[in-house]
């Protein structure tokens, strides 16, 4: 098994949107050494989900999941900073609304489908271009 925990943690994370799964965060939090403090597990986790796409329209942070199922707090602060219109549309402006868990959980229902179709193409892209290396 590989030890560097952004290798394992990117791997984890793509599994879980391959298979439409989510990583639980007692599973992420396995990942890692215990002697590893959380401000570190947390930073791994940002370049991880910056390797998958640098782009924020699709933030593969909504696979973790808590025990009811939902990604943290984390997970809605990137989602408002980097689609702002989008989280207003679906949620309502957070200045005048609290977020419903209904809400919430088709919010992150529609975006875990966007990153599931997302991980399908990068792997299909990646396969193609492995065949054109190995043609080549």
Same mark, same amino acid.
């Given at each position: 098994?590989?030890?560097?925990?952004? !290798?394992?943690? #990117?791997?984890?994370?793509?599994?879980?949107? =391959?298979?439409?799964?989510? +990583?639980? $965060?007692? /599973? %992420?939090?396995?990942?890692?050494?215990?002697?590893?403090?959380?401000?570190? @597990? $947390?930073?791994?986790?940002?370049? !991880?989900?910056?390797?998958?796409?640098?782009?924020?329209? #699709?933030? $593969?942070?909504?696979? =973790?999941?808590?025990?009811?199922?939902?990604?943290?707090?984390?997970?809605?602060? /990137?989602?408002?900073?980097?689609?702002?219109?989008? $989280?207003?549309?679906?949620?309502?402006?957070? /200045? %005048?609304?609290?977020?419903? +868990?209904? *809400?919430? @959980?088709? =919010?992150?229902? !529609?975006?875990? &489908?966007?990153?599931? &179709?997302?991980? +399908?193409?990068?792997?299909?892209? *990646?396969?193609?271009?492995?065949?054109? &290396?190995?043609?080549?």
């Amino acid at each position: 098994m590989d030890s560097n925990p952004l !290798a394992l943690v #990117i791997q984890a994370l793509e599994r879980a949107a =391959l298979q439409s799964t989510v +990583l639980p $965060y007692k /599973r %992420f939090h396995v990942l890692f050494p215990r002697t590893v403090p959380l401000t570190r @597990r $947390y930073e791994v986790l940002d370049a !991880a989900l910056r390797s998958l796409n640098d782009a924020p329209d #699709i933030d $593969y942070g909504v696979l =973790l999941a808590c025990d009811n199922g939902l990604p943290g707090p984390e997970f809605f602060r /990137r989602y408002q900073k980097h689609r702002w219109d989008m $989280y207003v549309a679906a949620m309502g402006d957070p /200045r %005048f609304k609290s977020a419903t +868990l209904k *809400g919430k @959980r088709e =919010l992150v229902t !529609a975006e875990r &489908q966007r990153v599931h &179709q997302h991980a +399908l193409r990068a792997r299909a892209l *990646g396969r193609e271009q492995e065949r054109e &290396q190995q043609c080549a």
